[in-house]
């Protein structure tokens, strides 16, 4: 790996102004040291977000309308925009008042949610909490003292009991001559950054889980009515049979093949109702709720538009817009800055000490003339030997650099991937529901001669078996593609990053707040008796 390049920033004429002044005092010493530190350096690669090579793209062949289906639900054709935004709330697109009110609950509902909030909360309080090494502790100690020194020990008379009382205030202060808490809280503003966009991630992957699983629900459920529809032209064919069974016309044979096709059309109906009640206990599951908190809240694809008119991003921002990407990035990024962690550990470190205080025989004359006591201390570290320790961690820190450097390659490699994969879902399945429909639509009317053929006795009830076999087998592989068709649709929304940078509902408490003074609160001193104490944020299973 070449030298890591270092970013070394003189100080500013105001510090050498006072680093002057400091010069012609007494206070060389001390406060020389602060002057280095104002005027230091921060070692370590500065982080550059690698460029995506310039000739990347999508596919090929660009696509840029889909075909059209004879069909109400999901037949129209799909019109492909490059360069247009992604609404926030993309969902609105698919015009259904109750699958916005879902996702609505779901987005404030949902336990992944909330965790993922929580994560961002805790990673920003803990960027203020790095940064509060940028800052000098200061500390209060109180004590008093009573002893007896033994003349035993001394060779002199016992004394009598002495009372000590003090106070004093110490002051500690590591300069960050070398950036290495600078690096360190640059490294964890990155891992901020990181649960920032898992967060938007999770409300990408929510989204279009319930988008999709309402989409499942409408197929499932238009699955089992075209089923029972099949059911019920198979029954009045049965009775057909049977009365000219009665008749003498046909043999037991044609209304025994019947009712097996019937029993094996009728056994297609408990999977599909397992199926559809299964879809409905994942949907409670998104929505935060237990399964017998279902509302009934039902969808079919007519109920469902086909968004005509779809976005699709440019190349080059395909990498800001993906939370995956943006995620990979901050740990790219955090890695980047471990380095500059680690080779600070290997220079000297630096540190600033003092204390004031006052000591006396008795507790109402503290701070009294005569009673002060002060110290005022520097010292330097250099690390000499420790066996290669510090060198190995940072070579492990490169190592995880260059670790995370491959991460952020597939991770955006996978994602256009993603979009490819769904740009051609789109024109396959926009092909195959066309084709289905012309299908289904022969199958009918190839069912309905077949029918009146056979009641005149003009072809065997084998034809008759294996156009209500075409038939029925038609019509379910139409509802699948229609149902594709939003599927895909929602996958490419999801692809392309959802249009998050067009919402702002990420709770503004996970924010934190950068307090420089705080002590806990008398309910966490003295919880409540009878009451486990429990943070104030705490889940409830209602």
Not at 405 to 411: D, E, I, K, L
Request: glycine share 6%; proline share 5%.
């Amino acid at each position: 790996m070449k030298e890591l390049p270092r970013q070394c920033a003189s100080g500013s004429r105001q510090v050498m102004h006072i680093c002057a002044i400091f010069r012609q005092s007494h206070f060389l010493a001390p406060l020389s040291l602060l002057c280095i530190a104002l005027a230091g350096c921060t070692v370590g690669p500065d982080f550059v977000r690698p460029d995506v090579a310039a000739n990347a793209d999508y596919s090929r062949k660009q696509l840029t309308i889909t075909a059209q289906a004879d069909v109400d639900a999901g037949g129209a054709a799909q019109q492909l925009i490059a360069g247009m935004d992604i609404p926030g709330q993309w969902w609105t697109l698919f015009r259904s008042p109750a699958l916005n009110a879902l996702v609505a609950e779901a987005m404030h509902a949902n336990p992944n949610v909330s965790a993922a909030q929580a994560a961002l909360r805790q990673a920003n309080e803990l960027v203020y909490a790095d940064q509060a090494s940028l800052f000098p502790s200061i500390t209060g100690n109180v004590s008093k003292t009573r002893e007896k020194i033994s003349g035993v020990t001394t060779g002199a008379p016992s004394s009598s009991i002495l009372t000590l009382n003090s106070a004093s205030l110490s002051i500690s202060y590591a300069p960050d001559v070398f950036g290495g808490t600078r690096r360190q809280i640059e490294s964890s503003t990155a891992q901020a950054e990181y649960e920032r966009f898992q967060l938007e991630a999770t409300y990408l992957t929510l989204t279009s889980n319930v988008v999709n699983t309402a989409v499942s629900l409408a197929s499932v459920r238009d699955q089992v009515a075209a089923t029972e529809e099949i059911i019920r032209l198979q029954s009045d064919q049965l009775d057909l049979l049977h009365a000219q069974r009665r008749l003498g016309a046909i043999g037991d044979t044609d209304v025994l093949t019947q009712e097996t096709a019937l029993a094996q059309t009728r056994a297609t109906l408990p999977p599909l109702q397992k199926q559809l009640a299964q879809t409905r206990n994942q949907l409670m599951a998104y929505l935060g709720r237990f399964p017998n908190q279902d509302q009934d809240e039902r969808f079919n694809l007519a109920s469902l538009h086909l968004p005509e008119q779809l976005p699709l991003s440019l190349p080059s921002a395909i990498v800001g817009q993906r939370p995956d990407v943006r995620s990979a990035q901050a740990q790219l990024h955090q890695a980047s800055a471990n380095i500059g962690v680690a080779v600070a550990n290997q220079l000297p470190q630096f540190s600033i000490t003092g204390s004031l205080g006052s000591t006396v025989a008795s507790g109402t004359r503290l701070f009294s003339a005569g009673s002060g006591v002060w110290s005022l201390a520097g010292s330097i570290a250099q690390p000499i030997f420790d066996a290669g320790a510090l060198e190995h961690r940072k070579r492990a820190a490169v190592a995880a650099y260059d670790e995370s450097a491959a991460q952020y390659r597939g991770t955006v490699i996978a994602a256009f991937q993603d979009v490819a994969n769904a740009l051609r879902a789109l024109e396959a399945d926009a092909d195959a529901l066309n084709q289905q429909v012309v299908a289904e639509r022969s199958a009918q009317a190839n069912l309905g001669l077949v029918q009146a053929q056979f009641r005149l006795g003009a072809v065997a009830y084998i034809n008759l078996l294996t156009a209500q076999q075409t038939y029925q087998n038609t019509v379910l592989a139409r509802v699948r593609a229609q149902a594709a068709r939003y599927s895909d649709t929602t996958a490419l929304f999801q692809a392309l990053g959802g249009g998050w940078w067009n919402r702002a509902d990420v709770d503004p408490a996970t924010a934190g707040t950068p307090d420089r003074f705080g002590l806990p609160s008398w309910q966490e001193i003295m919880p409540p008796a009878n009451k486990k104490a429990a943070p104030a944020n705490a889940a409830r299973l209602d």
